[in-house]
């Protein structure tokens, strides 16, 4: 199955032949740019997502709403959007984060507006503002992430803590990932963690993370570590997604926060 | 008892975690319809998975046709793939509908798209995944009335057990008609024999259960359908013909998918029906007249479809845009309004002339990957027999200005296993290749030459009923390989690569396509083997449609090598896209003779009959060029 390739048929591309019957090209003139960044949830049905449907679906709500998006230059022209980190299918988030880049002002809260009802309930814009355009992006700005998983358990309170207290204790987690083995190295990404009962056999597991573009921590990868550590198993760990956990049945996982560090040692939204 | 109409989500989604692509079952999508309100309810199915099927236009249509019905609301389902498929039968989900996530058998009415023949197992698929009775005679009151329709209707004998009706043509109109009808009779407590008489009083609408069949008289081993005695139905159900196509909205899709699709854009459709009248197409019969949307009407849905769905790309679609009268001025104004968008307009076939490069060039950027043509066969004695109006100066004319606008690939369409090939013709298709890229190598710079490439993509001939070839017998298997190995060993240049369809797939389309009601069997047993999918190369297997055949006594490799006579009955001619059977036979021995057969569009009309029987005719908006 093919798809005929992306971004052709653009109009920059003008200044072709004398057959060619499009406009003249126009001088290329430094564009005064937006930098319009916009936090939005991943939530409900839709957190079954994968990352690329997940910013596809995006560039399609900027056009739907009519935001005066730029257009990069070059062979394949596209939108100039950037994303943070990607998140796992399965998993939602109350504070995903892109930049788009416009071409004139909106006011903030008109653009948001705009996003909003152009947008899925289940992946609503909820926070928008302007950010500098030379700032840096959103991957290297994002350095703490906090991630909340609600899971179902037949242990007790201080056996999945004194399980996790281990788990946290341990360098890295090997695993595997398309056949490559690979390692989560927990001792940089792990910063602290909580975890509370939520009712019966529920609780909630707070996870305070480093990321950087090293490296990040995958929930699910210490949830399989843990699940192992429960039931006292050195059964191998493949990352796929969702896992199968045998003594944690069922889990959802939940991104909370997405900060950076600010000057003086204190996190700072992105926004 | 009818199932209950209820959102049965919660238990589809604890598998959601287990299967590739959770967005195919997901729903939620921008654009998608509920009406939570109606009193009547319709379940539109195409037969493949949700990233295929939902961009099918045929359906977007009757999405859009059947939901503006007041009080009837008009759901979408696809077919899981294997892996759902087999997860929910493990699990006891039945299959649900995206919208309301409910049982498909709860819908007073499930509507299959049929694409092509190698849909066949997958009705039965979802059928069963329903729970619904695969066999219309199997169904009870409170089962949904199961419904057939799309472009490969005009053999629907083989299909006939599995379907409780069918629509014939065009259904902008009918569905609306059949809803209403349908909710009419029920609400009026008719049984379902009385609704299914009912339907078929609907012009276009065809109930294999009120037909028998027969072999009186001269006619093919399938015999051929007539009423029974005491039903008042048509001998011959001719197509529906929407009344007014230009008086259509040009914009019909309104659903966004999450998931990335095969065609991930917005369709417009400019034009319906091609009189080029090649001989081997069935499309180029049955989709006639010829009709043309104005550039207004065009410009104006593009623009509103985009707001609205937020595509980047849009296709204008039809069997031949570059046909379109005014097919430069609707380009060029597109390329004017989508100017620094980063969107970007498509075409789906080039005609083989210049005129088809020049079109190519206005809808290509900078990049140039490679431009597609279709010669379909490769000596002029071949493309006279199908009718196919290009010579090989319109070949060379029009390779040649692509090389020099700056493309570098080609791709050709051929196919083999035409009436009237010889091994010759077989060669013909590798020298044409060869020539082809050849002339590229002398019209280009030095710098370009090695990048030059040439793929060809040789397909099976399949006899397709309601064309001038529908006589015609499917080239022996044996031979179509030795075709294929021959064609293979006669390219000279590296740079030109040849892919050919598998002829164990072509063989059961064959089969599929000449049969009559004796092929519900087979297709049943392929099922029951574990057939499903058979489109996907990977899931199809000849063997199991073999096994199938033999416990019935069937040979296929027979069926699809054995011509029908040309005066006996076809199990297909109770079902009628309004071309008259003295035209098909005129046209058969003109091909024979080598003679061809002009456009109507572009000459005077060519007698095919199609205008006078259904009270149609062609609309242009322009003068065709």
Request: with cysteine; net charge negative; glycine share 8%.
């Amino acid at each position: 199955m093919t798809r005929k390739a992306k971004g052709s048929g653009n109009s920059n591309t003008a200044e072709k032949t004398a057959k060619q019957l499009r406009s003249a090209p126009r001088p290329a003139i430094e564009q005064t740019l937006f930098r319009l960044r916009v936090r939005y949830v991943k939530q409900g049905r839709l957190a079954y997502l994968g990352h690329l449907e997940v910013i596809h679906s995006i560039e399609r709500a900027i056009r739907r709403a009519g935001l005066p998006y730029a257009v990069s230059q070059g062979f394949s022209p596209h939108m100039r959007v950037g994303y943070t980190s990607a998140l796992p299918v399965g998993t939602s988030s109350t504070c995903e984060w892109f930049d788009v880049f416009l071409t004139a002002l909106v006011p903030g809260p008109e653009a948001l507006e705009r996003l909003v009802r152009a947008s899925a309930p289940d992946l609503r814009p909820v926070q928008a503002g302007y950010v500098g355009v030379r700032d840096p992006a959103l991957t290297a700005l994002i350095t703490r992430v906090g991630y909340r998983i609600d899971l179902s358990c037949g242990m007790s309170l201080e056996e999945l803590k004194a399980s996790m207290a281990a788990v946290s204790e341990l360098a890295e987690i090997p695993y595997e990932r398309s056949g490559k083995q690979k390692v989560l190295d927990l001792a940089k990404t792990l910063g602290s963690w909580e975890l509370e009962p939520a009712g019966e056999g529920a609780f909630h597991l707070v996870l305070h993370t480093r990321a950087d573009n090293e490296g990040s921590l995958r929930p699910e990868i210490l949830l399989a570590r843990l699940d192992r550590e429960l039931r006292g198993s050195t059964d191998a760990i493949a990352s796929t997604g969702i896992q199968d956990l045998e003594s944690i049945p069922v889990y959802r996982v939940e991104r909370i926060y997405q900060r950076g560090m600010g000057e003086h040692g204190a996190t700072v939204d992105p926004l | 008892m009818r199932v209950a109409y209820e959102d049965r989500f919660h238990e589809l989604e604890p598998l959601l975690a287990h299967v590739e692509k959770p967005s195919r079952y997901i729903d939620h999508e921008w654009g998608a319809i509920r009406k939570d309100d109606a009193d009547y309810r319709c379940c539109l199915v195409y037969p493949d998975v949700y990233e295929v099927g939902l961009p099918n236009q045929g359906l977007a249509i009757l999405y859009q046709c059947a939901n503006a019905v007041p009080g009837v609301a008009c759901e979408r389902a696809y077919v899981p793939w294997i892996d759902m498929a087999d997860a929910m039968r493990a699990a006891g989900v039945p299959l649900l509908s995206l919208e309301g996530a409910a049982p498909l058998a709860s819908f007073d009415l499930v509507g299959f798209q049929i694409p092509h023949e190698m849909a066949a197992t997958n009705y039965l698929e979802a059928l069963d995944l329903a729970g619904i009775p695969l066999h219309a005679d199997e169904r009870g009151e409170g089962d949904p009335i199961v419904i057939g329709g799309g472009p490969s209707v005009f053999n629907p004998e083989p299909l006939a057990a599995f379907f409780d009706a069918f629509l014939i043509g065009e259904g902008e109109e009918a569905i609306a008609e059949i809803c209403r009808e349908h909710r009419r009779l029920r609400d009026a407590g008719a049984s379902r024999l009385e609704v299914l008489r009912g339907l078929a009083r609907l012009r276009g609408v065809y109930v294999p259960s009120l037909y028998r069949l027969s072999h009186e008289g001269p006619c093919t081993p399938s015999g051929y359908a007539v009423p029974r005695v005491g039903e008042d139905v048509p001998p011959v159900v001719y197509k529906r013909v929407v009344e007014d196509f230009g008086g259509t909205d040009a914009l019909t899709q309104s659903v966004v998918p999450f998931a990335q699709l095969v065609h991930d854009r917005l369709s417009v459709e400019v034009l319906r029906g091609c009189a080029r009248g090649c001989r081997f197409c069935q499309a180029g019969i049955t989709y006639r007249p010829v009709r043309e949307r104005t550039p207004d009407q065009i410009v104006s849905a593009v623009s509103r479809g985009l707001s609205a769905t937020g595509y980047d790309e849009v296709s204008l679609t039809s069997l031949s845009t570059t046909d379109h009268s005014c097919c430069r001025a609707i380009l060029r104004r597109l390329n004017r309004r989508l100017e620094d968008t980063g969107i970007s307009v498509s075409i789906p076939s080039q005609r083989l002339d210049s005129f088809g490069v020049d079109m190519a060039l206005e809808v290509a950027g900078e990049k140039k990957g490679g431009l597609t043509f279709a010669p379909e066969a490769g000596s002029q004695r071949m493309r006279d027999i199908i009718n196919k109006n290009v010579t090989e100066e319109d070949l060379d004319r029009a390779a040649r200005a692509a090389y020099l606008e700056g493309w570098n690939r080609m791709k050709l369409y051929f196919m083999m296993g035409l009436p009237g090939e010889t091994d010759d013709d077989v060669v013909a298709i590798a020298n044409l290749a060869d020539h082809v890229l050849e002339l590229g190598r002398e019209v280009v710079s030095k710098a370009r030459r090695g990048s030059l490439s040439v793929s060809i993509s040789v397909s099976v001939f399949i006899p397709k009923p309601h064309t001038p070839f529908q006589w015609c017998a499917q080239l022996d298997y044996e031979d179509v390989k030795r075709r294929q190995k021959l064609l293979l060993e006669s390219v000279r240049n590296r740079a030109v690569r040849v892919h050919c369809h598998d002829a164990s797939t072509s063989l059961v389309e064959a089969v599929l396509s000449r049969m009559g009601r004796e092929a519900a069997g087979l297709i049943e047993g392929a099922w029951r083997r574990g057939q499903r999918f058979d489109a996907w190369t990977e899931q199809f297997n000849l063997d199991n449609w073999i096994a199938a055949g033999e416990e019935l006594g069937l040979d296929l490799y027979g069926i699809a090598h054995e011509p029908f006579d040309l005066d006996a009955l076809l199990p297909w001619d109770h079902v009628s896209p309004g071309s008259s059977k003295g035209f098909m036979q005129r046209e058969y021995r003109r091909a024979l003779a080598g003679e061809t057969t002009p456009d109507c569009t572009r000459t005077s009309c060519t007698g095919c009959g199609v205008c006078p029987t259904l009270g149609v005719r062609n609309v242009l908006v322009g003068e065709r060029v």
